[in-house]
């Protein structure tokens, strides 16, 4: 098939009698700054990137191509990210300035570091025009900041699925014990597929709520005091703070899993009500449990908290187009920061804390292994696919989601 060369707005690329589609690599569930252009003119010409800016009637798309200019009155505008051309010619400059409030819990920490690194990237974009103002609990309880969204109490929030997991009970897939994510990145495309699904997306618009980018963890473990556990029979007798697919897996151990917030964690652990505490690494430094820890199991890897970042999707839907562009299109790097930021600077400090303090570190045969996982895996997914699908979700086309995404990465 013939190909000829176009020219847009001074820049070159390829198109013909076929339609051109350039696909992201990484989608986000708010589209991140996704964007097709569909021309007016030339019915077999659809152009799908992210769009960079949108400057005196011109799209800057990032494509699999490289940059493409592309003149905005010969094409249509597809997507959550798309300007509105017939409000003004000077659509990107924002006549703010925009405060934006965070609802948070605890105090920053690896688990808040892309937050942090959004808020930095948007403020220097849209030159303070747009500010997110990070609120470590000033806000809401952890536990209620969905509902706080819902409300239009702040414009955006963190969550954690097994929090309430009857109101996203959609998101809760990612989750499910022993799953098989075996690396952040793995975590980081796991939740991203699902989020993008169309049932999460209509889950979390129950609550007005938009996600905008995952937190994401690596596997839990489980911290605690007094005699470390020599068998499995040693288990039977403990109480594990322990969330979502994890405390299936502590249950699994013949222990009591209980759901506290984080924050509480501590206190519990102090007074004797737990005799440990599932978390990621950063959490057990960040929320103190390890004043007192005396073993560590290195690797179980469970499973772990989804907690993603989500935004009021009217407030979202408001932000004028400079602002909701440089929002989106600061998800990336930020999600690149939190990785890097966790797989250095966190578990290096983890590594010096189990050294400085003489945590025991229990390496779990595999056997033992094996067997949790055999025993937790299948029947827990048997049993969510069921809860979920009673309530009209697509269960088993999320879980298998997962599966192949895994697959993939």
Known sequence: MDKVMKSVSGKHFIAGAFALSVALSVPLQANAQEITLNSTSDATMSITGDLVSFTDGVYTINTNFGMINVRGSNFECIGAACPDVNASTEVS?????????????????????????????????????????????????????????????????????????????????????????????????????????????ADMARWNATILMPTPQPQYNILGVGSPPTSLAAFETMTIRATGGTGAAVEALGAVSVNLPAPQVNEALTRGEINAVAFAPHAHMSFNTVENAVWWTANLNPGTANCPIIVNSDALERLPASSRIALLSSVDDALDHFINNYNDTTMSAWEETLAERQIIQLTMGADILDAISNEVAGPTARAWIAEKNVLGLPSQELYDLVSETLRRN
């Open 93 to 201: 400059v924002v006549t703010g300035p925009i405060v934006w409030d965070v609802s948070l819990w605890g105090s920053r920490r690896a688990f808040t570091e892309h937050v942090e690194k959004l808020a930095e990237l948007v403020d220097q974009k849209t030159g303070g025009q747009l500010t997110l103002n990070l609120s470590y609990g000033g806000l809401a309880p952890s536990r209620e900041n969905l509902d706080g969204i819902a409300a239009g109490d702040f414009e955006m929030a963190q969550i954690c699925a097994g929090y309430h997991p009857d109101k996203n009970p959609a998101i809760t897939v990612l989750e499910l014990p022993f799953l098989g994510v075996t690396s952040q990145e793995q975590e980081l495309a796991v939740s991203q597929s699902v989020y993008n699904h169309p049932a999460v997306v």
